[in-house]
């Protein structure tokens, strides 16, 4: 009886670069080697352990006006209740298959609710933010806690709290979401619940009870100041943002340190109970640029999605140059170089998973 000639996998094996000469004992090691489903590592190493990062996610720019237009025709032909749960919009990278990541590790969408809509209540252990671009109207409520949702806000729902959304204006309202859906996934670690239908506190206070008790500068409350996982402030305001990031521009100007570099200020979301990051697996920051600035070029280990928040400029990613604008957002993958230049000011939003590298020390920068 003939064999069976050795499958397209295992020829292409034999006629790599450096492999012994082919005999039928060598033919036969790597069919059982294919018939158990075991993969010698000297055929793989090269890519399982490159000399530098080699993501699969690629450097993307999505149109903020686009995104806006789309979620728009969405709004009108799409009902948000329970099955679909939110109207929302994710980033798909194209290097990554047609998921809908923005990079291996993060989610990011633009979500859409027209007026008089709730978004119905659930709960998962996937972390989640919103970022508001424009408008207001929105409240989220977070464990029964309502948040109203501002222009320039960023607001908390961490892994496991009840929420929902209600739109008390007259006017549609967009905004970022994003989240840690694909380390999740990945990691095969995800619950979802359901809540009620709708919402069950419709008020519309200015001031959350979490703001209330957590939000502000420098103090704690006694009672239950213990470290959180991740932090217990429902909203970090605009106005707070903005007056953080004037200050260090207005003590650069008066010759004292704390820019990140010249014309760059930047300020890092905390969680007040340990001082660490937002959420255990999403670190966020804004970044004011003033004109004429350009940013050192960085890379690091770890992707990153930011958005313009204000101004204009270009971002040079990856060796390629493009202009941005309010609203559109940018993928940028593990290891890939980075930098900004602003037009006029510059205010720019990030969201990274850096707490996941760090705390497996598996985090490394360069600049120059």
């Not at 213990?226 to 305001?237: E, F, L, N, T």
């Not at 004292?256 to 670190?283: C, I, K, L, Q, Y």
């Amino acid at each position: 009886m003939t064999p069976a000639p050795p499958s397209p996998v295992v020829l292409e094996v034999l006629d790599a670069p450096g492999q012994p000469p082919v005999t039928s004992e060598l033919r036969d090691l790597y069919d059982g080697f294919e018939r158990e489903l075991l993969v010698p590592l000297w055929t793989e190493i090269g890519e399982l352990m490159p000399l530098s990062p080699t993501p699969a996610a690629i450097p993307h720019v999505w149109r903020w006006n686009r995104l806006r237009e789309l979620a728009a025709m969405a709004g009108d032909l799409v009902p948000v209740g329970r099955g679909g749960e939110r109207r929302a919009i994710a980033l798909a990278n194209p290097g990554l298959g047609g998921a809908p990541f923005a990079t291996p590790t993060l989610w990011a969408a633009i979500q859409y609710l027209n007026p008089g809509e709730d978004a119905p209540v659930h709960r998962h252990t996937q972390n989640a933010f919103r970022f508001v671009l424009e408008g207001e109207g929105v409240w989220t409520v977070v464990d029964g806690d309502p948040v109203a949702m501002r222009r320039g806000d960023f607001l908390l729902t961490p892994g496991w709290h009840f929420h929902g959304h209600h739109n008390q204006s007259s006017t549609p309202m967009s905004w970022l979401d994003g989240l840690d859906i694909p380390f999740v996934h990945a990691m095969g670690s995800g619950f979802f619940e359901d809540g009620p239908e709708t919402v069950a506190d419709r008020s519309t206070p200015r001031i959350s009870r979490s703001e209330r008790l957590w939000a502000h500068p420098g103090l704690l409350p006694v009672a239950g100041s213990q470290s959180r996982p991740s932090s217990p402030i429902a909203a970090y305001r605009w106005e707070h943002t903005d007056a953080a990031l004037t200050q260090q521009l207005v003590l650069e100007e008066e010759g004292h340190a704390g820019v990140v570099e010249p014309g760059h200020a930047a300020v890092r979301f905390s969680n007040p109970t340990n001082g660490g990051d937002v959420m255990p697996t999403m670190r966020a920051e804004m970044h004011r640029l003033l004109a004429g600035v350009r940013t050192a070029p960085v890379r690091e280990v770890g992707s990153a999605v930011w958005q313009i928040f204000d101004g204009e400029g270009t971002v040079e990613v990856g060796g390629q140059a493009q202009q941005v604008g309010p609203g559109d957002l940018v993928a940028i993958p593990s290891w890939t170089w980075l930098s900004f230049e602003a037009a006029s000011g510059l205010d720019l939003f990030r969201f990274t998973d850096a707490p996941i590298f760090e705390r497996l020390h598996a985090d490394r920068r360069e600049t120059r």
